[in-house]
DNA sequence: ACGAGAACCTGTTTGC
DNA sequence: TGCAAACAGGTTCTCG
């Protein structure tokens, strides 16, 4: 489910809700996510204060105070859900850690398939960590320009699509938003990455902060009304342009379904990519 | 080193 | 309606 916009919105919700307070129960109902929990990851957490919240690309760190990390990957499915320490404890199924702050405020990693995953660690390894060290730029930060794409693209035959994929290249995006980030640019998919050239790199390294920053936004708004209502933090339904909209007429060349018209969908390394033949190249 | 594909795990949607 | 196959927004490993 989360990419990089999700993953902050989560973020922003629990900073809201933890921040200043402590831990005052940790409860692991299940340890085998994606790798296992750490040894003593519970008491860890137990009576440390949340200090600030962090984003790395889809990762989440959660400053503690006693010089720890809290590291959280919400996977494909994981979600954070906000509830009261008033409401009596009554875990769902995949409800896989559970945690307490003692300004009342309980909140619950659900995660039915378990590919995401946690860590507890000092914060002065936080260097040297191995999941945030195979990471490339921040696509909304400095390091991440033509410049850079044009460098990393160079000599790659891999199509755009699964270049932009990989978090080694710039950090935080996934399917949906690679699909809306090429199609903002007009860029193929199938595109060979190498081919790039100066001109589409600047517009490929726009459209994908335009379109972060546009989910991001849409992400806030509906943060608040989220964080009051059902308490589930970071699934939001932005309107994407193309992704999911297979067959449906272009919105911006409104080509209509024929052979050479309409949403496509086609498969890239196992996964679905939409996009308009029409006007992407 | 790079790229393609499978694997991890479970729930939901689609198709016959 | 029922069942099986396909599919799901991520990452990592293996193989060629």
């Known amino acids: 489910m989360p990419e990089l916009p999700e993953v902050e919105t989560v973020g922003r919700g629990l900073a809201t809700a933890l921040i200043g307070d402590r831990i005052a129960r940790a409860i692991v109902r299940r340890g085998d996510l994606r790798r296992p929990l750490p040894e003593g990851f519970g008491q860890g957490l137990t009576g440390a204060r949340v200090d600030a919240i ?32 008033a409401e009596a404890l009554d875990p769902s199924p995949h409800d896989h850690v559970i945690v307490e702050s003692d300004g009342g405020v309980r909140v619950t990693f659900n995660d039915a398939r378990r590919f995401g995953l946690m860590d507890l660690f000092p914060a002065d390894r936080v260097g040297d960590h191995p999941l945030l060290n195979a990471t490339g730029p921040e696509p909304l930060g400095g390091g991440f320009d033509a410049d850079y794409l044009l460098a990393a693209a160079e000599g790659r035959t891999s ?27 007009r860029l193929s998919p199938r595109r060979r990455a190498g081919t790039l050239g100066r001109r589409r790199a600047e517009r490929l390294v726009e459209a994908i902060r335009a379109v972060l920053t546009d989910a991001i936004e849409a992400g806030g708004s509906t943060l608040r009304d989220y964080v009051q209502s059902s308490g589930e933090l970071g699934y939001f339904q ?5 992704y999911g909209k297979e067959g449906q007429p272009c919105p911006d060349c409104h080509c209509v379904v024929e052979k050479t018209g309409g ?9 679905s990519t939409f996009f308009c033949p029409r006007l992407q190249h």
């Open 54 to 85: 962090d984003r790395h690309a889809k990762y989440l760190l959660v400053r503690l105070d006693r010089g720890l990390i809290w590291l959280i990957h919400l996977g494909m499915s994981g979600r954070m859900v906000l509830t009261s320490t």
């Open 159 to 185: 199509p755009l699509k699964a270049f932009l994929l990989d978090q080694k290249v710039v950090a935080g995006l996934g399917n949906i938003y690679v699909a809306e980030a090429l199609y903002r640019a």
């Open 238 to 242: 932005h309107r994407f342009a193309v």
């Open 263 to 271: 949403i496509a969908r086609i498969v890239q390394s196992n996964r």
